[in-house]
């Protein structure tokens, strides 16, 4: 009988187990069973490489369904992305993602089909990459700004901690709106679109303010 699994990587600065299980639950997916990687890097650290990432390939059987909230809970690397999805789809296994439900299986024959596919697979392992990146060197800067300010008045304490601030990060990525991330993270409008406009000096008020 096939299952349907939930597969799910935390780290300190992204979503919880139980956040991503439920988003799950409330995009109408039946979760027969969860498999979580806790404090692991999707960039440094292949799929296959993770304690519970390597039993999540045992698992997985012909006719089942792995869910992820979004590719970048695989990982963020394009290379370990893209090979994962293509192995998994090539032992007849389907994943599907909460975020925009998506679709990716081996069924197709259509070579047109298969193209659209394949590529969409592509961009959606860039794009979680490049996010990582981008949060990296955003941070990165963020850090810089503040150790050369740190003899100055701190300003403002921003109105956003640590979590929101990825989870911003994260949502830009995905292509969610303002209004959307806005009430997802709590924040206000004006705050999602300070964030996006200048994530470097985002980081640097939460860096000099020790959030």
Do not use: C
Not at 28 to 37: M, P, W
């Amino acid at each position: 009988m096939s299952k349907t699994i939930l597969y799910a990587r935390v780290s300190t600065a992204d979503q919880t187990l139980e956040h991503q299980k439920t988003q799950a639950e409330a995009a109408g997916f039946e979760i027969d069973e969860v498999v979580s990687d806790h404090g692991v890097s999707g960039i440094s650290t292949r799929l296959k490489e993770r304690a519970e990432g390597r039993r999540l390939f045992d698992m997985l059987r012909r006719g089942d369904t792995l869910v992820v909230r979004w590719v970048d809970r695989l990982g963020r690397n394009y290379q370990d992305v893209t090979d994962t999805i293509r192995e998994l789809m090539r032992q007849g296994v389907v994943i599907r993602t909460v975020i925009n439900n998506m679709t990716f299986d081996g069924a197709t024959a259509d070579p047109m089909q298969e193209a659209v596919r394949d590529a969409l697979i592509g961009f959606m392992a860039a794009s979680a990459q490049a996010q990582a990146e981008a949060t990296k060197e955003a941070q990165k800067a963020g850090i810089e700004a503040a150790k050369a300010d740190k003899t100055r008045y701190r300003g403002k304490k921003p109105s956003y901690d640590r979590k929101a601030f990825d989870m911003v990060q994260d949502m830009t990525a995905q292509g969610a709106g303002t209004t959307e991330t806005a009430k997802a993270t709590g924040l206000t409008r004006q705050a999602v679109i300070r964030i996006r406009k200048d994530p470097a000096s985002a980081e640097a008020a939460l860096t000099r303010w020790g959030i």
